[in-house]
């Protein structure tokens, strides 16, 4: 009789066992309060980001392709009912290449679209950060979604202190983050022909090194060859090393804190992902959560029971 009890007991378990497994095959979901992002990637095509200072897989690569790297391994970790829009930043505005698309659905097209990303979409060679930053805002200011400006911080021409743009029209309207790309150490900068093909690097006569619109931000009795009206800036050459690149961190902070943004430098992968992730940026919404771990793990645990309670009974025989 002991053993007549004993054979139905396990086959009791292993029966509810099988249960739970077949409940996980039918792909069993639960709602569940899911934090869910919306966000818009605008990035810096401008030149300089070109210059290659990151390591991908023991390879030198681009800024501008270790942004796109990064971006694509971020799009695969964003929950489902996420939204990602893409824009794209160069001279001094912005363009925007499609609005927030949910990324399980559009998760080809938006992938597609982010390897595809190239400095030679570029529609003006200039990089007028700040400006842009300030478009990009203003553009973006009526869409529910957070601003992510991926650049390097190179201004080119340099910008003239007296001209600085002002963010207190946006501050705090819009949530979002500057992303800085590109390494401390100045690189050079790639150069192309009218073919886009390389072509060495960009010399210190081949680039603006200072500021020439409007009015100079010097005492005048220190410009050489200053005059009023022909030259504010005087008629002496400058050189300096705005033919090299490296990311400009601190302008960045100051242009974050102007406009009420966050800044991230951008370092690995990783740390991308977990700065982007964060409770700020995220809202709460009911999603369908994938449970068939919770029936695999009870179908485990019914196996595990079943042996574990024969053991027991066979010791006290």
């Known amino acids: 009789m002991f053993s007549n009890y004993l054979k139905n007991h396990r086959f009791w378990l292993l029966s509810l066992a099988c249960i739970a497994m077949l409940v996980a095959f039918i792909r069993p979901t639960q709602n569940q309060p899911r934090p869910i992002y919306n966000v818009t990637f605008i990035i810096d095509i401008t030149r300089s980001m070109n210059a290659a200072d990151y390591q991908l897989d023991g390879q030198t690569v681009s800024r501008l392709e270790y942004v796109k790297h990064s971006l694509r391994g971020l799009l695969a970790k964003l929950p489902c009912q996420s939204k990602v829009g893409l824009g794209l930043f160069t001279e001094r505005r912005s363009t925007l290449l499609f609005e927030p698309i949910e990324v ?57 202190p007296r001209y600085r743009s002002d963010f207190a029209a946006v501050k705090g309207k819009a949530k979002g983050m500057i992303i800085g790309a590109g390494g401390l150490q100045a690189v050079s900068i790639p150069k192309f022909n009218n073919k886009g093909e390389p072509d060495g690097f960009y010399r210190p006569d081949d680039v603006p090194h200072r500021s020439t619109f409007g009015e100079s931000d010097l005492n005048p009795e220190k410009i050489q060859g200053y005059n009023a009206r022909n030259a504010p800036f005087g008629n002496d050459s400058s050189l300096g090393s705005e033919h090299l690149t490296a990311l400009q961190e601190s302008y960045l902070q100051a242009l974050s804190a102007e406009a009420g943004l966050r800044y991230q430098r951008l370092t690995d992968a990783e740390a991308l992902a977990m700065a982007l992730q964060i409770p700020e940026f995220a ?23 079943v042996y574990m309670r024969i053991t027991r009974k066979e010791t006290n025989n």
């Open 104 to 160: 399980c659905q559009g998760f080809n097209e938006i992938d597609t679209a982010l390897a595809q990303v190239d400095w030679r979409m570029a529609w003006a060679a200039d990089s007028r950060i700040a400006i842009g930053l300030l478009n990009t805002l203003q553009m973006l200011e009526k869409l529910d979604t957070h601003v992510i400006f991926i650049t390097d911080g190179q201004e080119a021409p340099p910008v003239n």
């Open 283 to 305: 809202g709460q919404k009911l999603a369908a959560v994938d449970v068939r771990w919770q029936m695999a793990l009870a179908a485990l645990g019914l196996v595990v029971l």
